[in-house]
């Protein structure tokens, strides 16, 4: 018999971005997501008459371009090192303007 063992936790310590795979997988389903909206426009601007219809139609008009937009917009950049920082007092004891050890 296996014995199942629980995946070891993973510490990230670095600020590199996540995997180029993993950027694309996030950037299709978004586009998808957008598509799969354009197509319920065109179904719902079949249905609907009147100014709804013109709502509808509209959405399925533009949304091409906004998926495309959304979905080329790359990955999101961190705004700050994600690396280890140490606390403070281990790097600064506070005794600047002493000289020597």
């Not at 995997?19 to 319920?40: A, C, E, P, Q």
């Not at 219809?53 to 990955?75: E, Q």
Request: glycine share 8%.
């Amino acid at each position: 018999m296996t014995r199942h063992q629980r995946p070891t936790e993973v510490h990230t310590i670095t600020s590199a971005p996540a995997s180029l795979d993993d950027d694309l997988g996030l950037r299709m389903r978004k586009y998808l997501i957008s598509m799969s909206i354009r197509t319920v426009c065109f179904v719902l601007a079949v249905v609907f008459s009147g100014p709804l219809r013109w709502v509808f139609l509209s959405g399925a008009i533009l949304l091409p371009y906004f998926a495309v937009v959304v979905a080329n917009s790359g990955p999101k950049r961190l705004s700050r090192h994600a690396g280890f920082e140490p606390e403070r007092g281990a790097i600064d004891d506070g005794n600047r303007d002493r000289l020597g050890p």
